[in-house]
């Protein structure tokens, strides 16, 4: 994946509304490049006229393509994350007592390891962001 989309995927964090805007653009640029690609296939004297130089170029779209796909599917990934952890949170929420969830906090506090138990703090937190 490249850094343009690695940094924008970031960016997004856990914001369920812009990951959707983001797989959107990606789906977008993949129409795009399709429709492209389509003319360009079937007109033989198009852009980039016959021989190599065509053959180059419908390569680099079809790989264009093919990192597309791959960071669709990391958006969607992430998506499907959070919508789990919402699922999680959910039946949390309507299963158990606020008074469980604080004694479990300190019973997991008290018998995790320090570094583990504040790694799941973050993802807590990373849960609750997303939730919101």
Do not use: P, W
């Amino acid at each position: 994946m490249n850094q343009k989309f690695t940094e924008n995927l970031k960016v997004c964090g856990n914001s369920k509304d812009k990951l959707i805007v983001l797989m959107a653009d990606i789906d977008t640029e993949k129409r795009s490049i399709k429709s492209y690609l389509s003319r360009l296939s079937s007109e033989s004297d198009g852009d980039f006229g016959k021989g190599r130089k065509r053959q180059v170029r419908i390569r680099q779209l079809k790989d264009k393509l093919s990192f597309l796909t791959e960071e669709r599917e990391a958006v969607r990934t992430k998506l499907g994350a959070i919508k789990m952890d919402q699922k999680i949170m959910n039946k949390a929420v309507n299963s158990r007592s606020v008074d469980f969830a604080h004694a479990f906090m300190a019973a997991a506090e008290r018998k995790l390891a320090k570094d583990l138990f504040l790694e799941l703090e973050l993802n807590a937190a990373e849960m609750l962001s997303a939730v919101k």
